[in-house]
Nanobody, 115 residues
Framework: QVQFVESGGGLVQPGGSLRLSCAAS????????MGWYRQAPGKQRELVAG???????NYAGSVKGRFTISRDNAKNTVYLQMNNLKPEDTALYLC?????????WGQGTQVTVSS
């Protein structure tokens, strides 16, 4: 069973930046489409960004132009660079498979955008 460990969250002021990392276990990471998701209190989990095994990317409209997803297959890691953060980006951020049945969800990393 693939496991995911997210890190890099924190408290940041509006307009600030954070870079999230997700380390995945398993030897077939390079063949997997990966996504970053977020869940805010009282809201459903939503896909923020996805990156295919072939490095194609997809973004939610609310983050397009501000967030960038990338991957390093040698490190079994997927990243999410978040710029110009807004209070509405506050949520627990998690990574998992994209376009496929999810693996076990990790603990996530909390992002709080507040002045």
């Amino acid at each position: 069973q693939v496991q995911f460990v997210e890190s890099g969250g924190g408290l940041v002021q509006p307009g600030g930046s954070l870079r999230l990392s997700c380390a995945a276990s398993g030897s077939i990471f390079s063949l997997q489409h990966m996504g970053w998701y977020r869940q805010a209190p009282g809201k459903q989990r939503e896909l923020v960004a996805g990156i295919s095994a072939g490095y194609s990317t997809n973004y939610a409209g609310s983050v397009k132009g501000r967030f960038t997803i990338s991957r390093d297959n040698a490190k079994n890691t997927v990243y999410l660079q978040m710029n110009n953060l807004k209070p509405e980006d506050t949520a627990l951020y998690l990574c998992n498979h994209w376009g496929a049945p999810p693996g076990s969800w990790g603990q996530g990393t909390q992002v709080t955008v507040s002045s």
